[in-house]
């Protein structure tokens, strides 16, 4: 994320910190630290300096510094763009929030918008929006809906599979910088920028939502399920994504500093907001490291009564 803000605003700083990423792209993380923190004895506010620091230290195996960096970053940045606070949380030094700060996750997707698509797709085989779509249309076979609500719709990935489906396909997503990618797309009827955990939804008007590995970044699902509940017509449908894990956990913040959710807290989220599910499936949904990254493809319908 740092690489997306501006340079330090001195120029040996800037080389001093460019050296060390090049060190650290070559493994060597605790040499790229040694050189970061030179970056910083210059520019010692520089916050995006302290996050790629606190990311080399990690990287190095040197947790205690690290930890010792995301608190210093927490001071300078009390909105936490940079996600310090969950950094702490995941490595068992803070309490783990129920949602992440949101200018956090504005930030993150605004830095990842240029590459998101290449990323997710070519590099970690990203299957959410066909998985969903899928499973819209194996629950509602050739059902075309009135007014489709995109919610976290980032570069617009659902937005083609959906446009012939759709009377009217709206799209709200925190990031600007996604919003616009999503606009250059042309399928979405509106694009507006908003939060899933604090929409303004005057009337229900909506017969199908849709949340497309949304939820990660959202943490405890309880004021988002509301939101779609509110935005949904009697017997609208919804579909959404989590990844997951096994246990007994509700919720748990990963170290990728995504959060997951179990089955058994998505069906009580479901049922407390007045959704029946129709279909939950286990999938892989990506990679992540090498490794399939487990999720669910949920699609309930709101109760009519």
Not at 37 to 52: D, H, K, M, N, S
Not at 175 to 196: I, N, T
Request: glycine share 8%; with cysteine; proline share 4%.
């Amino acid at each position: 994320m740092a690489r997306a803000f501006l340079s330090s605003g001195d120029l040996i700083a800037d080389r001093r910190a460019s050296y060390a990423d090049m060190l650290f792209e070559n493994g060597e993380h605790a040499a790229a630290a040694d050189l970061m923190r030179q970056a910083l004895e210059i520019v010692p506010e520089w916050t995006a300096g302290l996050f790629r620091l606190g990311e080399m230290e990690e990287a190095a195996e040197h947790s205690d510094t690290a930890a010792i960096v995301w608190r210093r970053l927490l001071e300078l940045d009390v909105e936490d763009r940079f996600g310090a606070g969950l950094k702490l949380a995941a490595t068992g030094r803070a309490d783990v929030p129920v949602t992440p700060p949101t200018a956090y996750v504005e930030t993150l997707f605004d830095a990842y918008a240029p590459t998101f698509e290449n990323a997710l797709l070519a590099k970690l085989g990203y299957k959410v929006p066909g998985l969903l779509a899928e499973a819209i249309e194996n629950v509602a076979p050739g059902r075309r809906f009135a007014s489709v609500l995109d919610l976290g719709c980032g570069t617009g990935l659902m937005g083609p599979l959906m446009r012939a489906k759709s009377d009217y396909l709206a799209g709200v997503d925190l990031s600007e910088v996604m919003l616009q990618r999503a606009a250059e797309k042309h399928v979405y009827d509106s694009l507006a920028k908003g939060d899933v955990n604090d929409l303004d939804i005057p009337t229900p008007g909506a017969d199908l939502v849709i949340a497309a590995d949304v939820f990660v970044y959202v943490g405890a699902l309880d004021r988002a399920f509301a939101n779609v509940a509110l935005s949904l017509v009697l017997g609208g449908v919804f579909a959404f994504s989590v990844e997951t894990h096994e246990g007994d956990d509700e919720l748990v913040l990963q170290q990728s500093l995504r959060y997951t959710h179990s089955e058994a807290y998505v069906r009580r989220q479901l049922a407390a907001h007045a959704m029946t599910p129709l279909s939950i499936d286990r999938n892989t949904i990506r990679m992540d490291r090498g490794e399939p990254l487990s999720g669910l493809i949920v699609v309930a319908r709101k109760a009519a009564g």
